[in-house]
């Protein structure tokens, strides 16, 4: 297993520039995060964790276990993390993964993130009783992911395309209903989460809960939207990562 494997840089960023590094939903690809990486181009240096099971890794299986993937993203991340660790961004089950991960390289190192950004996820300690969609029925599943917004209505009506996004989407629910928070020491670094207002997966007092895991600054910034509120409000969520990235972390 190697950095290649896992991680795609679209852009190269400026010499010397803070680095990003994005983890895609369930069911998305590194390639959600390419708007981003354009959007930073001249300011940061963003790099995105392609999962198993898409894209150009197709014919790989999908991992099921979420802490088995954020073992493995940290084994790849580990050897450029110091002197300087980039922040970490992430969606959905990507906010939980880049959680676990960075939890994985700060005990290792001894150095948390530059930055946490959560979006679309509630804390990790809040357990709910969602309805569990890791064996729910091909329509069951698309009619879920019509409903989220998320998804090109032209991809949801291709049968092809179905077919190819359908086993790694159930694989990375089963990670997401599966997974269960494992008590530790919270990190040290500035966390940012990021919510919709209408996004039904996260209440206000479930993303505020995140200051619990970390002995950093945290800040919640909502959005107009839903769970995907993040392609409605593109420009604003990219200056604000920029500026914190500039400054360090939240304020």
Same mark, same amino acid.
């Given at each position: 297993?190697?950095?290649?494997?896992?991680?795609?840089?679209?852009?190269?960023?400026?010499?010397?520039?803070?680095?990003?590094?994005?983890?895609?939903?369930?069911?998305?690809?590194?390639?959600?995060?390419?708007?981003?990486?354009?959007? /930073?181009?001249?300011?940061?240096?963003?790099?995105?964790?392609?999962?198993?099971?898409?894209?150009? +890794?197709?014919?790989?299986?999908?991992?099921?276990? /979420?802490?088995?993937?954020?073992?493995?993203?940290?084994?790849?991340?580990?050897?450029?993390? /110091?002197?300087?660790?980039?922040?970490?961004?992430?969606?959905?089950?990507?906010?939980? #993964?880049?959680?676990?991960?960075? +939890?994985?390289?700060?005990?290792?190192?001894?150095? =948390?993130?530059?930055?946490?950004?959560?979006?679309?996820?509630?804390?990790?300690?809040?357990?709910?009783?969602?309805?569990?969609?890791?064996?729910?029925?091909?329509?069951?599943?698309?009619?879920?992911?019509?409903? #989220?917004?998320?998804?090109?209505?032209?991809?949801?009506?291709?049968?092809?395309?179905?077919?190819?996004?359908?086993?790694?989407?159930?694989?990375?629910? +089963?990670?997401?209903?599966?997974?269960?928070?494992?008590? =530790?020491?919270? #990190?040290?670094?500035?966390?940012?989460? /990021?919510?919709?207002?209408?996004?039904?997966?996260?209440?206000?007092?479930?993303?505020?809960?995140?200051?619990?895991?970390?002995?950093?600054?945290?800040?919640?910034?909502?959005?107009?939207?839903?769970?995907?509120?993040?392609?409605?409000?593109?420009?604003?969520?990219?200056?604000?990562?920029?500026?914190?990235?500039?400054?360090?972390?939240?304020?």
């Amino acid at each position: 297993m190697s950095a290649d494997d896992w991680l795609r840089r679209y852009h190269p960023g400026p010499a010397g520039a803070p680095r990003l590094v994005c983890f895609p939903h369930a069911g998305g690809t590194a390639s959600y995060w390419h708007p981003l990486s354009a959007a /930073l181009r001249d300011r940061a240096a963003v790099t995105a964790v392609q999962y198993p099971g898409r894209q150009d +890794r197709w014919n790989e299986k999908p991992l099921e276990d /979420l802490h088995e993937l954020a073992d493995r993203i940290a084994e790849v991340l580990l050897p450029s993390w /110091l002197p300087e660790p980039p922040a970490l961004f992430g969606h959905s089950m990507g906010a939980m #993964l880049a959680h676990e991960t960075a +939890r994985r390289l700060a005990a290792a190192t001894g150095r =948390g993130p530059r930055l946490l950004v959560v979006s679309g996820r509630r804390a990790p300690h809040c357990l709910r009783a969602d309805p569990e969609l890791r064996d729910a029925s091909d329509a069951e599943l698309l009619s879920h992911l019509a409903a #989220l917004g998320g998804t090109a209505t032209a991809a949801l009506e291709d049968p092809e395309l179905v077919e190819l996004f359908l086993p790694p989407l159930r694989a990375d629910y +089963r990670a997401v209903e599966t997974y269960r928070y494992r008590p =530790g020491p919270p #990190l040290e670094c500035p966390v940012t989460v /990021l919510t919709g207002e209408s996004d039904e997966q996260v209440t206000p007092d479930e993303a505020v809960a995140w200051a619990v895991h970390t002995t950093g600054p945290v800040e919640v910034r909502t959005y107009p939207g839903g769970h995907f509120f993040l392609a409605e409000h593109q420009q604003a969520v990219t200056t604000l990562i920029a500026d914190r990235l500039a400054t360090g972390g939240a304020v």
